[in-house]
Structure formats: C-alpha cells, structure tokens
C-alpha cells in the first residue's frame, strides 16, 4: 500500500549565522622555530598570518555553544525551535555519544535531532546540503548547522606541512523556511583514490582489528601538501563550477565566493579558474584565522559579512573540500541583516 503523505515543498534558507573566535591569537612567529621556518614564508606559501587557539579548557562544545547563541540570537527564533542538530566536526574526541547531543544539552534544547557530520574541511557543505533537504521534504523546521575545530589538540608542532596551517574555532547558521529558493542543490561527492592524502596519524593507519588499542598513540594531523594542493586547484574547481551551473546561474549572479579556507593561493587559484568576475568579493578569512577544517565556512562567511553589510541577502558560493578527499558546496543566498 502507498504512504498517504504528501510531501511538502518548503523552501529554505539560511536565516542567521553567529561566529566565535578563541582569544588567543598565534602568529606565526610563536611556530617558527620548531619547523626551521618563517613568518615570511608561511605568508608567501598560504596567506596565514595569525590564527586563533583555543584555551586548554575550553573544548569544541564550548565554542560551538558559543557560535550557536549568536546565530539562533540572530535568526530571532526560541532555542526551543530547534528541531535538529548537524555538527560538523573532526576534533571532538569521543566516538559517541556525539557532539550535537552536548551542544543539545548545553543549549538546553529538549527532544531535537542530533548527529554530527564526519567531512572533514567539506563538513559544513555537506550538513547544510542535508537541512536543506530535510526542511524541503518536511522533517524539519528549524535546523542547527555548526562547523567547529580545536585542531590545536591534534597538532605536530614539529611537522613543517601542518603546525601552521591548522586553527581553531567555531561557526553555526539556522536554517529555516523562506518563500524563495535561498539554498540551491548541493554538489557532494568524492575521490577515495588519494584518501590517504590527508589523515589523523596513527589513528587508522596504526590501528587493524585485533590491535592492542593500548599501544595506540594520540593522533595529529598530517597531510601530503603538494598533493592535496594539486588536487583543490584542479579538481575543485571543476566542482565549482558544477554548483553554479546546477543553480541555473553563471559566475555574474555570484556577489560573493566563500570557499574553504585552506590556503590563500587555493582560494586565488579556484578564483582565476572558475573564471569569477571581479565584482565577485572573495572570502580571505585565512590570514587571520588559518584552517579551522568544517568551521572555516562559516567563520568566514561571518567575517565577510560584517566587512561588507550590502551583502547581506546577496548569493554567495560556498564550496568545502578536504580529508576523504571530500567535497561540497552550494550557492546560498547570505541571510539578511540579523533581527538581533
Ligand atoms: C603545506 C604547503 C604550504 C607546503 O608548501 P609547498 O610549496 O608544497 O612545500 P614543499 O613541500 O614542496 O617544499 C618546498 C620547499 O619549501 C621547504 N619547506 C617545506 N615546508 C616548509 C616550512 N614549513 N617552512 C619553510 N620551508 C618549508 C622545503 O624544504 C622545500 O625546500 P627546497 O625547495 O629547498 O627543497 C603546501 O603544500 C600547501 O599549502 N598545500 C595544501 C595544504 C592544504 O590546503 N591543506 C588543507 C586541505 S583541507
């Protein structure tokens, strides 16, 4: 028998976005001596100036609590209208239960959906992609997306393709109804053949059934940097511009492109080649925030939008890739002025 259920078609889009930022700011200088490096060329090399680092008790929860209270503030709803949590996340350290369930408690949000999001850098995109669908197909009103990091607790200070690349901090948006299309299709996707490129080591490389998990060290980041540059410059932007297609646009609809902030030359590359205009206001948030993985969206949508108000409301293309190697993005419209 077929369900007797119409599903609804409700447009969405994102009403608010909140940021926070640690206090402790880290130039490069603070980096240098242990990686035989410079403040210049980590300038030259990836546009990172300083970065912020968490303090030592405050976790990702913490922050992502913080972020959230801003933009659900923002949206001018109730925490309780909140139906559902996404976290985007891959520095909470425990495997369940799950981070969006902390930030439920924090937040004191009663009976809401929680899960958190593992996409590494592309996290937020794919959380976003995911409420925006739910509330279209009617199994949620008001939905939670946060990016957060605190990759400092994940860190070689003694690598030379990491130490200074990688922040912390957090981001969040509210999802809600909207009488126009305010979040076009989301592109997401894959490429498994260089899954290695990016890893916590020695968490899986280490690690095979049977393992004595006694043996097994704290894990940190590590990445191939030439190989994973490569990859986002040419293959991202092929995503790019699928995105933009797939919204019925072309690069002049866009007023303003938020991508992952990995590396200033990334963000420069994807630019040139997904043939932007210059009237499209480009998103650089990485010179005094660095990597902050599935925070860095959000963080860096907040930043643009207190640097230029007029684009609130405007269309925005949003595109995270990362660890996986995973991608996505989509066109959004910016939410409008806050109500708070
Ligand atoms: C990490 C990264 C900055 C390294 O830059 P690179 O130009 O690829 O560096 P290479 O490893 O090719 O080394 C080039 C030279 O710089 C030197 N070098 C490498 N790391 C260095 C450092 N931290 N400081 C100073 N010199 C360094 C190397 O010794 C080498 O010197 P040589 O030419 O005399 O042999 C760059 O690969 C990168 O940003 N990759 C993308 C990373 C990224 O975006 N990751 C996140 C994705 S989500």
Redesign the pocket.
Same mark, same amino acid.
């Given at each position: 028998m077929t369900l007797k259920f119409t599903i609804p078609t409700q447009n969405a889009r994102i009403l608010a976005v909140g940021a926070y930022r640690p206090p402790r700011v880290v130039p490069n200088s603070e980096l240098?001596e242990r990686?035989? %490096?410079?403040d210049e060329?980590?300038q030259q090399? /990836?546009g990172i100036q300083t970065r912020h680092w968490a303090a030592a008790d405050e976790s990702v929860a913490d922050m992502a609590v913080k972020a959230s209270r801003i933009a659900i503030s923002r949206a001018g709803i109730n925490p309780q209208e909140i139906d559902t949590i996404i976290f985007a996340t891959i520095t909470y350290p425990y495997q369940t239960p799950s981070a969006s369930t902390e930030v439920a408690k924090q937040l004191e949000i009663k009976g809401a959906a929680a899960f958190d999001v593992g996409a590494?850098?592309a996290g937020f995109s794919y959380g976003l992609g995911l409420a925006n669908d739910m509330i279209r197909s009617g199994s949620a009103k008001y939905v939670l997306v946060i990016g957060a990091e605190k990759i400092s607790d994940f860190l070689d200070l003694d690598d030379?393709? /990491? %130490?200074?690349?990688?922040a912390d901090g957090a981001g969040a948006v509210v999802v809600g109804p909207s009488d126009s299309v305010g979040i076009g299709p989301t592109t997401m996707g894959s490429d498994v053949e260089n899954r290695d490129a990016?890893a916590m080591v020695p968490s899986w490389i280490d690690y095979k059934p049977g393992s004595d998990l006694t043996d097994l060290a704290w894990p940190v980041i590590h990445?191939? =940097?030439?190989k994973?540059?490569r990859w986002?410059v040419y293959e991202v932007a092929k995503v790019g511009k699928e995105i933009i297609a797939k919204s019925g646009l072309t690069p002049a609809d866009i007023a303003a492109f938020i991508p992952?902030q990995?590396?200033e030359?990334?963000i420069d590359s994807l630019t040139k080649s997904m043939e932007l205009p210059d009237t499209v206001i480009v998103a650089r948030d990485i010179r005094t925030t660095g990597?902050t993985?599935a925070a860095s969206i959000p963080l860096a949508m907040d930043a643009l939008l207190a640097q230029h108000p007029d684009l609130h409301g405007k269309n925005a293309l949003l595109i995270g890739? =990362?660890?996986g190697l995973v991608y996505a993005g989509q066109v959004v419209e910016l939410p409008p002025l806050p109500k708070n």
């Open positions: 240098v990686i035989d %490096s410079s060329w980590i090399r /990836t590494a850098c030379r393709a /990491t %130490s200074f690349i990688f990016i990445q191939e =940097g030439q994973v540059f986002a992952h990995a590396n030359r990334i990597n993985s890739f =990362g660890a």
